[in-house]
């Protein structure tokens, strides 16, 4: 199989799909790799390390696009990459379609085949390819939030870890899972007071054996979120509903009784966000206020440490890149319902059901278009 990762194109994102490593090992086992050249070069990934492991280096990313069967990327597809894909070809890469309605319809026209990293399973119940990128977001979500507590930066000028004779800043944290868990620790490790909100009394039991009286646990509703937030310097959105857009939480109204200068970091932007006045940002104006509340929305935060992030992230995705390649896109699907988990179109058929639900597509489940053949 001719396997093509082009460079990432989304405002200032620095991760590559494939490291040389990746590459080497597919050359191993028989497959192209067409690598569009410098797409690694800002994290330290020289296009003579790409060489060394067997990658064709490719200019422009139209060729690759051209000869690729299987396209292997980070973010998702812009709209002039989306126009680039030709019916049957395959896709893999973060999709996150059901606040995106301009994407889905472009993936749908072009007749691919994409995969969502994001809605991939394993036998734990788990989103073993969101994972990674989910404890990174969550580590730099409590970075980002200090930074934009800072008076300079907007915020209400609270160290978080507080100093002897002064209190430390309040993070509250709404969803307790793999973000929500990593921005805890975060937090925790710097000496703030967490408080983490969530509906799953498993889960609170669970944070509560592993932190004990270092962390608040709190049973998440409706008035446990808004007194929580009213109270808070830091907020954190990290709640999922995996492939679907993501509740809102927090209401405007909300807004104008928590302290002036605070901070919500949306981490749930990805699928729309969990705030009601959150829109999707960039790393290059990664801030704006409302009724005086800082909000920091990046859509990509991983990039921000790209590096640690694309070694983060293509760890997890190689195996699966290589059962694709390995035994073609169709068998590779029959043979592993987690994966087909992960199939979100599938020539011009919504195979997603919370995507399809959220856009108003008719949903075709995976398997009786992989079963057709």
Do not use: W
């Not at 800043?169 to 921005?183: D, M, Q, T």
């Not at 998440?220 to 709640?239: F, K, N, P, Q, R």
Request: hydrophobic share 40%; net charge negative.
């Amino acid at each position: 199989m001719i396997i093509g990762v082009p460079k990432e194109i989304k405002n200032h994102e620095y991760r590559i799909g494939m490291t040389p490593v990746g590459v080497r090992e597919l050359v191993n086992h028989g497959h192209k790799v067409l690598v569009q050249s410098g797409g690694g070069a800002a994290i330290g990934l020289a296009n003579e390390q790409y060489e060394a492991a067997g990658a064709n280096l490719i200019d422009k990313p139209e060729d690759i696009f051209l000869a690729a069967d299987m396209i292997v990327k980070v973010k998702e597809p812009q709209p002039n990459e989306c126009k680039m894909l030709r019916p049957g070809q395959l896709l893999f890469t973060y999709l996150h379609l059901a606040p995106d309605p301009e994407q889905t319809k472009l993936l749908v026209d072009s007749g691919a085949i994409a995969i969502a990293y994001e809605t991939v399973t394993d036998d734990h119940g788990g989103l073993p390819l969101l994972a990674p990128m989910s404890e990174v977001a969550g580590r730099m979500a409590i970075q980002a939030g200090a930074h934009s507590l800072e008076k300079a930066q907007g915020g209400n000028g609270t160290l978080l870890g507080g100093v002897p004779g002064v209190l430390p800043g309040k993070v509250v944290v709404i969803g307790g899972g793999v973000v929500g868990e990593n921005a805890a620790r975060m937090a925790m490790g710097l000496g703030a007071d967490v408080t983490v909100l969530d509906r799953s009394l498993d889960r609170l039991k669970t944070l509560d054996t592993l932190y004990g009286p270092r962390l608040k646990t709190l049973y998440s509703t409706v008035e446990s979120v808004e007194d929580s937030v009213c109270s808070a310097d830091l907020v954190i959105g990290a709640v999922l509903v995996p492939g679907a857009a993501a509740p809102k939480l927090l209401k405007r109204e909300t807004l104008t009784k928590m302290k002036d200068g605070a901070v919500l970091v949306d981490v749930a932007i990805d699928q729309g966000g969990c705030f009601e006045t959150s829109k999707a940002t960039t790393h290059q104006e990664p801030t704006y206020k409302v009724d005086g509340v800082v909000h920091y929305c990046v859509a990509n935060m991983p990039g921000g440490v790209a590096r640690t992030a694309t070694f983060a992230l293509t760890n997890a995705t190689l195996p699966y890149t290589i059962a694709l390649a390995n035994k073609g896109c169709q068998q590779a699907l029959a043979d592993d319902p987690h994966l087909r988990n992960g199939l979100n179109i599938f020539k011009g058929k919504v195979t997603c059901e919370p995507v399809a639900e959220d856009l108003n597509y008719d949903y075709v489940p995976a398997t009786d278009l992989i079963c057709a053949g």
